[in-house]
């Protein structure tokens, strides 16, 4: 970890930007492609309420079109697979569950009929219709999700949290939502397992192409 460190302020220290700053000025607008090696999709769920079960999904793309001047006139698109939801389930899956078809949990959740059905729905997309401005920073965008074959919008709590050009430009933010998951027909085991997702989200984009401007 210590030559990591290292390694990264160094990197920091040549190219005369050690942070990210949080300023719109100077950002080029355009076209935005997510940076996948730094992005996470996590969500949450109460489970028997005796604790958060948290879960991921590692395979995911976005695109951005970002407006720093007018920030209410960008829009997202988002696609996540469903197979790629990771648990980190750990020990023998098959053990305690010697009736299930599937060898891990992780396939059981992605691919099972009662939870995330990927073989039927092997998208779930989220594309923004509107986007409002609630601070310098911060705003609320509002989009339709479509999960499990359902569409119905989310609003997201997004915060900008800067940009830095750092081997190359590159813009960064973080957001978070709730889903009922009910609405989108998923209920299995419901309220044992609660109906209330929590969604957290962290993404750096990069230019999609060097002509943004």
């Not at 290292?6 to 355009?30: D, F, H, K, R, Y």
């Not at 800067?162 to 419901?190: C, P, V």
């Not at 209330?196 to 984009?205: G, H, N, Q, T």
Request: glycine share 8%; charged share 20%.
């Amino acid at each position: 970890m210590r030559s990591f460190m290292t390694a990264t302020a160094a990197i920091a220290l040549a190219t005369g930007c050690a942070t990210a700053e949080q300023t719109l000025e100077g950002v080029p607008s355009g076209a935005y492609e997510l940076e996948n090696t730094h992005a996470m999709l996590i969500w949450k769920v109460n489970h028997l309420g005796l604790s958060t079960y948290i879960s991921r999904f590692t395979e995911f793309d976005a695109s951005l079109d970002f407006n720093p001047e007018d920030p209410a006139a960008s829009s997202l698109s988002v696609s996540v697979n469903p197979a790629s939801v990771e648990t980190d389930y750990p020990g023998d899956f098959k053990e305690g569950h010697p009736d299930s078809e599937y060898d891990t949990w992780n396939d059981e959740l992605a691919f099972g009929d009662s939870w995330l059905n990927a073989d039927e729905h092997p998208e779930i997309t989220f594309v923004s219709t509107g986007i409002e401005t609630t601070g310098d920073y911060t705003g609320e965008v509002t989009g339709d999700l479509t999960f499990l074959g359902v569409t119905k919008p989310v609003t997201l709590d997004v915060t900008y949290n800067g940009t830095q050009n750092m081997r190359g430009r590159k813009i960064g933010f973080s957001a978070t939502g709730t889903i009922d998951r009910t609405e989108f027909g998923l209920g299995t085991y419901a309220p044992m397992i609660g109906t209330d997702v929590e969604l957290e989200i962290e993404a750096e984009f990069v230019p999609a192409s060097d002509d943004a401007e």
